[in-house]
T-cell receptor
């Protein structure tokens, strides 16, 4: 069964550094998402991406964040200058023509 | 703002006990409703979904949920839990009118089933 994959599984970075989190959505899916979950809190929507552009973003998704689909398979989330409060689990999801989203295993980002 | 509430943060049951996890949402329009499960060390998996039609929906592993529009609720049930049901359970909603389909999650319920 096709799955969403994410790399790395765990990323440790210093405050102020740039990080890129990578996702490979399910191959025939058209809609892509990033969510995050800070420890002990809800899973929060960050951004959705369709037809090579952002279709919706939350207020969390400020100028420090960007997304890209550099080729036909990868979907990346970049944080330009990480802050301590960016420490969280980041989930990528994708969906096809249906409404259900399929999630990757997540990347745990630790900012020190 | 649209929100989703899960009433129970942590539930402990013995095997064979019945389960009901509450979920309420605050949005007056058409909604699509989901329950996701996250087993220890694994990713979020879809348990079941409701878009329209019969308000009682059945999902994988013997789970079911009932959409009660008048109560803005979508409670998850299982008649007899197993130890392997130990996991975190998330209720989530999308607006029916949403083009993007972004999910709004509840805070999650941790279910611990004792053998």
């Amino acid at each position: 069964e096709p799955e969403v994959t994410q790399t790395p599984s765990h990323q440790v970075t210093q405050m102020g550094q740039e990080v890129i989190l990578r996702c490979v959505p399910i191959s025939n899916h058209l809609y892509f998402y990033w969510y995050r979950q800070i420890l002990g809190q809800k899973v929060e929507f960050l951004v959705s991406f369709y037809n090579n552009e952002i279709s919706e973003k939350s207020e969390i998704f400020d100028d420090q964040f960007s997304v890209e689909r550099p080729d036909g398979s990868n979907f990346t989330l970049k944080i330009r200058s990480t802050k301590l409060e960016d420490s969280a689990m980041y989930f990528c999801a994708s969906r096809g023509s249906g409404l259900e989203q399929y999630f990757g295993p997540g990347t745990r980002l630790t900012v020190t | 703002a649209q929100s989703v509430s899960q009433h129970n943060h942590h539930v402990i049951l013995s095997e064979a006990a019945s389960l009901e996890l509450g979920c309420n949402y605050s949005y007056g329009g058409t909604v699509n409703l989901f329950w996701y499960v996250q087993y220890p060390g694994q990713h979020l998996q879809l348990l079941l979904k409701y878009f329209s039609g019969d308000p009682l929906v059945k999902g994988i592993k013997g789970f079911e949920a009932e959409f009660i529009k008048s109560k803005f609720s979508f409670n998850l049930r299982k008649p007899s839990v197993q130890w392997s049901d130990t996991a975190e359970y998330f209720c989530a909603v999308t607006k029916g009118s949403s083009n993007t389909g972004k999910l709004i999650f509840g805070q999650g319920t941790t279910l611990q089933v004792k053998p």
